[in-house]
């Protein structure tokens, strides 16, 4: 029990570092959107292996170099993932130390929704995991620590922000609404979907890009015909949102408003020969921890671990469940239908 109980003790401290963390970077993000104009916000800094790189990412890129130079732990070494960062490129904390001495991992997407928040759309997000280093390799799957924060559109005078330790089930995710004109914080319960099919729910196939599109709208239509026949009355009402933002994505299945999210882009882009630039990477996707405590189901395609590395480059195709009955109803027929066409 002492074991565990310290486990748990060292993830908590993690997760209160990166709320900070993230607290700081919202406020500077913040700042920086309200004092420019989309086109200033929009211009192309870089075009990297991993993605494109807008000026508002690189504001939050140097604001978290920043923090952690200024505040990470001595006794608490790690090695920085990070989009904006080329895979190889090492960035370690506290300054002095190398990747040999990481004793943890941390991957961050400093704006994980740029698209939607620069042009003032949809609120984007902040993401950071951390996992114990592991001289194999850490994958999606070794992440113990993750937190989320909102990087809302102008108008929008709140701001979520959602954490989870690994263990600690859905009493341990930690959810505040931050009032971002007095820093008030409101704690409330994020309770994923408990409906047993799709009908009258969301469900989002990411397709946000020309590539692949077709593909992927034929196998989310397959997917219906297969759990539903060819019915298309409004019985079989199911409805889609198109959620520029992996994180984005996960939150909703946390908060009840999704159903199911389904990203096959690494299977299309590469069944129809296509870069993966515009795939989903780990970075996109390193706060699945959350939703799985809070009792959620998050798999690769075919139902396995998502076992990716946490680097910038590799692509990651995945699939969410609001809950286990939704994976129990809906699993068997993606898997038929992936197998079918990809």
């Given amino acids: 029990m002492g074991s565990m109980d310290g486990r748990l003790e060292g993830r908590e401290r993690l997760r209160d570092l990166l709320c900070t963390m993230q607290d700081e970077i919202q406020r500077d993000v913040i700042a920086e959107r309200d004092r420019t104009a989309f086109e200033d916000r929009s211009h192309i800094e870089a075009v990297t ?31 920085i993932v990070m989009e904006g960062l080329t895979d190889g490129e090492s960035l370690c904390f506290p300054p002095g130390h190398d990747a040999a001495d990481a004793a943890y991992v941390c991957i961050i997407d400093p704006i994980d929704g740029t698209r939607g928040l620069m042009y003032d759309k949809r609120s984007a997000w902040i993401l950071a995991g951390v996992a114990a280093a592991r001289e194999a390799g850490e994958t999606l799957e070794d992440i113990e620590v993750a937190v989320m924060t909102e990087l809302p559109v102008e108008k929008q005078r709140r701001a979520d922000q959602l954490s989870a330790v690994l263990g600690a089930g859905a009493a341990g995710v930690r959810a505040e609404r931050v009032d971002l004109d007095s820093g008030a914080r409101t704690a409330f319960v994020p309770r ?14 990411s397709r946000f890009f020309t590539a692949g599109k077709s593909l992927l709208a034929e196998i989310e239509e397959a997917l219906h015909t297969r759990l539903y026949g060819e019915d298309r009355t409004a019985e079989l009402a199911i409805f889609e949102d198109q959620y520029i933002c992996s994180g984005g994505q996960l939150f909703e299945l946390c908060m009840g408003r999704d159903r199911v999210i389904v990203d096959l882009r690494p299977l299309a882009h590469r069944a129809l020969g296509l870069s993966g630039a515009m795939d989903c990477h780990p970075y996109d996707v390193c706060t699945l921890l959350i939703l799985r405590e809070l009792g959620g189901v998050v798999t690769s395609p075919t139902g396995g671990p998502i076992d990716i590395p946490l680097d910038t480059t590799s692509s990651v195709a995945w699939v969410g469940y609001a809950n286990a009955d939704l994976a129990e109803h809906v699993a068997p027929a993606l898997h038929a239908v992936i197998e079918e066409r990809l």
């Fill in 49 to 79: 292996e991993a993605d494109t790189v807008y000026r508002i990412d690189r504001v939050s890129e140097e604001a978290i170099v920043a923090w952690f130079e200024a505040n990470w732990p001595a006794d608490l070494p790690v090695r």
């Fill in 192 to 205: 994923p979907s408990q409906a047993r099919d799709l009908h009258h729910g969301h469900v989002g196939f």
